[in-house]
């Protein structure tokens, strides 16, 4: 029997490792998978009930504050327990969570190979900024959280902004290899997610998604991805773009499926725009995108595009923030032929 430890932080990675359970790791007498599930108390995530029972893994909850100054013994508690056992593989999304970071230290030195499962976006984003300064902070926050928690690390993280930048991580899982630039030169693993009618059936038994309960209907839409945005000015940019799209299609209404992390105030400024209906779920988009059919799914640049689906049409509109001088230090490859990057609003059409 083989140990298979899944590290997760949100939403889309349960979509993700559903299916990867479902194609690599669904043999139960070859298999025993442990899912460890880090819940941030202070972020909006995991608000919808997940029924794992589904997936038939084992399945261990850690609550963490990562800017907490008081020790939790359930935290140490919870990753002993899941380090009791040895691991063939330890499957992650995310090289700078310092769970994530105890985890590689821990497991690397016994022979476990550590491996990135795809992270969005992120594969194919190239950052000009160093980001040196915010790069410090994060890895300061973590080692505070290390001492915090009692958790003994004996190496030095530094969090970069590149994928795979860990010294210990063995394989980059990516479902796009050929755009994948790989500068820190590991070994790469090609995979497809999604690959059969029962992975998608599965991750809606997990998230309990039901379409016909989230959508007024799911024919002729406007579906619109809302995403997080580190440069203010984006924000009322992403206004004045969804206006000029309601004036283009003034028969239509725009449904705006909310990021996790949309700020509040964004979220006030979309309610009082006509013809705007707000989803606040936290289950993935791609479920929902799944359901779609003759639809508009559009994004600056959201990762849930990349799963496509043949009987709508797919737009990133990030480079109308190129014009206006917005994101300009970042660039992103298109690594699918089916979502269509435009420079101008009347290139989205129906």
């Not at 600056?300 to 043949?310: E, H, R, T, V």
Request: with cysteine.
């Amino acid at each position: 029997m083989k140990n298979i430890l899944f590290a997760i932080n949100t939403e889309y990675h349960v979509l993700v490792i559903t299916s990867l359970i479902e194609q690599l790791y669904s043999d139960k007498s070859q298999y025993h998978v442990t899912v460890l599930l880090h819940v941030n108390i202070k972020a909006n995530r995991f608000k919808n009930q997940l029924n794992f029972e589904a997936l038939g893994v084992e399945v261990v909850v850690v609550e963490i504050d990562i800017t907490s100054k008081v020790y939790d013994p359930k935290v140490k508690q919870a990753l002993d327990y899941v380090l009791s056992k040895p691991y063939e593989k330890l499957i992650l999304f995310l090289e700078q969570a310092p769970i994530n970071q105890y985890l590689i230290n821990k497991l690397s030195p016994k022979g476990t190979t550590i491996c990135i499962a795809p992270e969005g976006t992120r594969p194919y984003i190239t950052i000009a900024k160093a980001a040196i300064p915010s790069r410090l902070r994060a890895t300061i926050k973590n080692y505070r959280f290390f001492k915090t928690q009692r958790l003994s690390v004996n190496r030095l993280y530094i969090v970069s902004n590149k994928n795979g930048f860990l010294k210990q991580t063995d394989e980059v899982w990516i479902n796009h290899p050929e755009s994948y630039k790989n500068v820190t030169h590991k070994k790469v693993v090609p995979i497809s997610l999604y690959t059969s009618e029962g992975e998608t059936k599965k991750a809606s038994e997990i998230f309990n998604f039901d379409i016909t309960k989230e959508m007024p209907q799911t024919e002729g839409m406007l579906f619109y991805i809302n995403q997080w945005y580190v440069e203010f000015k984006v924000y009322d940019f992403e206004l004045e773009v969804l206006q000029a799209i309601l004036d283009k299609f003034p028969d239509k209404t725009i449904y705006i499926k909310l990021h996790p992390n949309t700020h509040a105030f964004q979220i006030e400024k979309f309610e009082k725009m006509d013809r705007i209906i707000l989803n606040r779920s936290t289950v993935p988009a791609e479920l929902f995108i799944i359901n779609l059919k003759n639809s508009i799914v559009f994004s600056f640049w959201s990762a849930a595009l990349l799963i496509g689906n043949p009987s709508n049409k797919f737009y990133w509109i990030h480079k109308l923030l190129e014009k206006q001088k917005l994101m300009d230090w970042w660039s992103i490859v298109n690594p699918t032929k089916h979502i269509r990057e435009v420079e101008d609003i009347n290139d989205i059409q129906f």
